[in-house]
């Protein structure tokens, strides 16, 4: 039985043995222990997906450092199968978006985005498939990451703890069809605070959030 990883501090020479198959990583979310103190966005984050996904998501809280570490580096400490594991949460919104008075206040205007950090954001791709969703023109379309400020009010989470499990706003989420092929097919993300991350199961993650996947690579 793998021992429980998630209650401590991954600092920079730990090294578990790489998730092996999605059975294993399954295995480790069902003995993994949370410590006692966790910040409150993050208490967010893990509510969310244990209310949706109960024992089948992983957390690491991470040293502080961590952003300074290279991406193998960050994978090992995780026992992350890959450096094509770790996804980053992107905020995207249209700027030029106009209300619709048939729809909800802000409905297609934002968007969040799941991208590997090995891959990137075709942003004519992008806005190909958020027409397709939205129905808008070429000319009324126009895809940039929303400010700082912005993503921190749509989510409630800072840069580099963004997530879409636990957001304050209910966003569209388009997921990398990158994410999506990988094999063991689980993925990493930020977990509402700097220090702390998510694993998650990719297809169990699209069902149960509703996210598109997207070839937007």
């Known amino acids: 039985m793998p021992e429980p990883t998630t209650g401590f501090q991954l600092m920079s020479d730990a090294s578990p043995a790489p998730v ?17 103190t966790i910040p409150d966005t993050t208490q967010k984050v893990i509510d969310d997906a244990q209310k949706r996904l109960p024992s089948q998501c992983r957390f690491f809280h991470v040293a502080s450092d961590y952003y300074d570490w290279p991406l193998d580096q960050r994978a090992r400490v995780m026992g992350c199968p890959s450096t094509f594991h770790l996804c980053k949460s992107l905020v995207f919104e249209n700027t030029k978006w106009k209300q619709d008075e048939s729809k909800p206040v802000d409905a297609d205007r934002y968007w969040c985005v799941l991208v590997q950090y090995e891959g990137s954001v075709n942003i004519t791709k992008l806005e190909k498939a958020v027409r397709e969703r939205t129905g808008s023109s070429r000319k009324g379309m126009h895809l940039r990451i929303a400010p700082a400020e912005k993503s921190l009010e749509l989510t409630g989470f800072t840069n580099n703890g963004v997530s879409p499990v636990g957001m304050a706003t209910d966003l569209p989420i388009l997921i990398s069809s990158r994410i999506a092929e990988l094999s063991p097919a689980i993925f990493y993300l930020g977990a509402g605070h700097v220090d702390w991350k998510i694993a998650l199961p990719t297809q169990e993650f699209v069902e149960k959030w509703g996210a598109s996947v997207i070839d937007f690579s």
């Open 20 to 36: 092996e198959s999605l059975e294993d990583f399954f295995a480790r979310a069902k003995t993994d222990v949370l410590p006692e």
